[in-house]
């Protein structure tokens, strides 16, 4: 039987990592892998979380399953850090899942069930994963133009213009804040447009939100979400815990359904509880308990916000720090971009070619399509890659 399968294309991302791991340089920098790290090149775990864990050993006093959508404390307090009470709560059915990409799957799964012949739009570019789970799901999808890649930033006019080709019943997905890979995000007044043209299409929006808290703040970070979720009478919303809680390797991650009323959530709560089932019968529940934790306890909740907000402001100075010296070097503002740009990636804009020049000549390792995680910098590898962007003519 396996014999008849056939090889699947190698992660690029994965690829990367082995190849930085198996260079010898010393001075190389590692731009590409997806996580947090600090200036030490560590992913830390978070104070508040190592309270909560502790906290959870001495107070369990079980390990069976929890019901099929998950804890519903833990659905409770990531609506409410989501939402904020944009939508009454009665509208909104919600499973938890193995991480912000199980939830894309599950999202996915439902608007299969719902709308089998249904387009899912994706921003040209966007997370590989996404195009990827939609492909395997043989699911239609179509692309909107999003970067500008003279500008580095939004291509606004273009997104509008594909908007207006959308279908009704189709599915636009969105990004809820801190943009990957580009961290070009879109302005309030944009957003508004943008809403504005799916509802006239009869389109629904599906929100991914994996950095909320990375960008301008928790609550900023969540205004676009809101706006969303406020403005369409259903709305599908992935939000991950795997990098505002740093618990990578707990596979945290929310599947919200917002619903027209209380009834048609009860029916999109029974299909999100059914799916479960079927993937992987009860998700993960150690994350997301830590998770319910920090979140209902005021003094770990003010801890995690303090750190958070010391990691956003810590990427924050790293895309100032890097601008600048760009600028110094370059002796022009066209890479400014990198500090208005929010989240843990940029994108420079820049050929393949260019990227692996970056790679064979200087040690630089960033995804082909020049995505960079800014996070994976520190005060003393920005003057090595900002030379070597400048050495390298991009």
């Known amino acids: 039987m396996f014999a008849h399968l056939s090889p699947q294309p190698k992660d690029k991302i994965l690829a990367l990592m082995a190849a930085y791991k198996e260079d010898p340089r010393d ?47 833990f659905s409770d307090a990531m609506i409410d850090l989501v939402l904020d009470g944009a939508v009454a709560r009665e509208r909104v059915a919600a499973v938890a899942t193995p991480g912000g990409t199980g939830a894309i799957r599950q999202g996915l799964e439902l608007i299969k069930l719902a709308a089998p012949d249904a387009t899912v739009w994706i921003s040209n570019p966007t997370w590989p994963n996404h195009p990827s789970i939609i492909k395997y799901l043989d699911m239609p999808m179509a692309e909107y133009r999003y970067f500008d890649e003279a500008t580095r930033g939004v291509d606004f006019d273009g997104m509008l213009a594909d908007l207006k080709l959308v279908k009704a019943g189709d599915v636009v997905l969105l990004h809820g804040c801190c943009h990957n890979p580009t961290g070009a995000n879109l302005t309030a007044d944009q957003l508004q447009q943008a809403i504005s043209a799916i509802k006239d299409v009869g389109a629904m929006p599906f929100v991914d939100i994996a950095y909320q808290g990375f960008g301008d703040g928790l609550d900023a970070d969540g205004a676009a979400t809101r706006a969303i979720a406020a ?67 005021p003094v770990l909740r003010a801890d995690w916000e303090a750190e958070l907000e010391d990691t956003r402001l810590g990427m924050l100075d790293l895309r100032q720090q890097l601008a600048s010296e760009l600028r110094r070097l370059s002796n022009s503002d066209r890479f400014d971009f990198l500090a208005t740009h929010r989240g843990m990636f940029s994108r420079l804009g820049t050929t393949p070619e260019k990227v692996e020049k970056l790679r064979a000549d200087h040690g630089i390792y960033m995804v082909g399509d020049s995505r960079m995680n800014i996070a994976g910098l520190n005060a003393d590898t920005i003057p090595v890659l900002a030379k070597a962007i400048i050495d390298s003519g991009i």
């Open 231 to 297: 403005s369409f009478d259903n709305v599908l919303i992935a939000a991950s815990c795997s990098k505002n809680f740093g618990v990578y390797r707990e596979r945290t991650g929310i599947l919200m359904a917002i619903a027209r009323n209380q009834d048609e959530r009860d029916l999109a709560q029974q299909n999100l509880s059914y799916l479960n089932r079927q993937n992987y019968s009860f998700p993960p529940d150690h994350g997301a308990r830590v998770v319910t934790m920090i979140l209902t306890d």
């Open 27 to 73: 001075t190389k920098v590692d731009l590409g892998v997806g996580v947090y790290k600090d200036a030490s090149g560590n992913t830390p775990v978070m104070r508040a979380v190592k309270a909560a864990e502790r906290r959870l050993v001495d107070e369990q006093t079980s390990k069976a399953y929890v019901g099929l959508a998950g804890d519903p404390a």
